[in-house]
């Protein structure tokens, strides 16, 4: 990833922060898309002790969670301590009374940097949180590090077509970055292997909102803190003539009334192998040569 695109994790930190008001009545997509995620659950195996919500947010897997694994604990991590007040409250009360539940972990810490034990949880998710960091291979290291022999890793992200006619409209506008950037599927697969983790999967599909005009789009995009917060980003806020720019180039766009955003949603999950033993029982290590004398 080049320097440009890097994200900058205070700016994003902060964004998310003053999101956390708004982001409930923005976030449309990614609710969607944590339900189609939680259905999917329902064709897994998995009798998790410990869940880890990895960009929990404002809590919205965590209902969804807390009822598929009914005698589960739960850690909701997030960056943004205002967005894990409000997932807080997501489990009301009396519903955890009823349920014999203990309230949700929360824990604000960064993905690319877990405050967990080894092989702590059973079932590491994380809904439309991966596009924000830095480094995937790390955070896909530290997600296998964290879950225990076994365990599933199950995300979404976005894939380099999200927001392609927003990043259109802006090209040409100047030099400076204005949408982040986003991998392959193919590539996040790899990422997968090479961090350990067995028989990946992956597929993707393309979710279309539409809007009345860009400032409606961006407006949304603010609401669930998504600014631009890459290192390349253009110097204090879009002046007028930019913006109107963008407006214009948009407008090319226009179908039956409304502009199109297209959101390109990677789905992926992944399991940290059992240890494999020989016919005796013991336990089979790799010895790979480093080089030769």
């Known amino acids: 990833m080049s320097?440009?695109?890097?994200?900058?994790?205070?700016?994003?930190?902060?964004?998310?922060?003053?999101a956390a008001a708004t982001y409930d009545a923005a976030a449309v997509l990614q609710n969607e898309v944590c339900e189609r995620m939680l259905a999917r659950l329902e064709y897994v195996k998995l009798s998790p002790v410990m869940v880890l919500d990895a960009g929990a947010g404002t809590g919205n897997a965590l209902p969804g969670l807390m009822r598929r694994f009914?005698?589960?604990?739960?850690?909701?991590?997030?960056?943004?301590?205002?967005?894990?007040?409000?997932?807080?409250k997501r489990i009301a009360p009396w519903e955890r009374l009823v349920l014999r539940r203990a309230a949700p972990v929360r824990l604000c810490a960064d993905i690319e940097r877990l405050p967990l034990?080894?092989?702590?949880?059973?079932?590491?998710?994380?809904?439309?949180?991966?596009?924000?960091?830095?480094?995937?291979?790390?955070?896909?290291?530290?997600?296998?590090?964290?879950?225990?022999?076994g365990g599933l890793l199950m995300f979404s992200t976005f894939g380099p077509d999200t927001l392609g006619e927003l990043r259109a409209a802006y090209r040409g506008?100047?030099?400076?970055?204005h949408v982040n950037r986003f991998i392959d599927m193919h590539d996040i697969g790899d990422m997968l292997v090479h961090s350990g983790f067995a028989d990946?999967?992956?597929?993707?599909?393309?979710?279309?909102?539409?809007?009345?005009?860009?400032?409606?789009?961006?407006?949304d995009l603010k609401a669930i803190g998504a600014h631009n917060v890459t290192q390349g980003r253009p110097p204090g806020l879009s002046g007028k003539s930019r913006i109107a720019t963008v407006a214009r180039n948009y407008e090319a766009l226009r179908r039956e009334g409304r502009l199109p955003a297209t959101f390109e949603v990677v789905y992926g999950h992944a399991w940290k192998p059992l240890p494999r033993v020989s016919t005796t029982g013991r336990p089979v290590i790799d010895i790979k040569p480093t080089g030769q004398r």
Request: net charge positive; aromatic share 6%; hydrophobic share 45%.
């Open 200 to 219: 990946p999967v992956m597929d993707m599909e393309r979710v279309t909102l539409t809007y009345a005009d860009v400032r409606e789009l961006m407006r």
């Open 70 to 88: 009914p005698r589960t604990r739960v850690i909701a991590l997030d960056v943004a301590r205002a967005m894990l007040q409000r997932a807080g």
């Open 173 to 177: 506008t100047d030099n400076r970055t």
């Open 3 to 18: 320097d440009e695109s890097l994200i900058v994790k205070r700016l994003a930190r902060r964004s998310f922060e003053r």
């Open 117 to 149: 034990a080894e092989a702590c949880v059973d079932l590491a998710w994380s809904n439309l949180a991966l596009q924000w960091v830095n480094d995937p291979a790390r955070a896909f290291a530290e997600l296998r590090r964290v879950l225990a022999p």
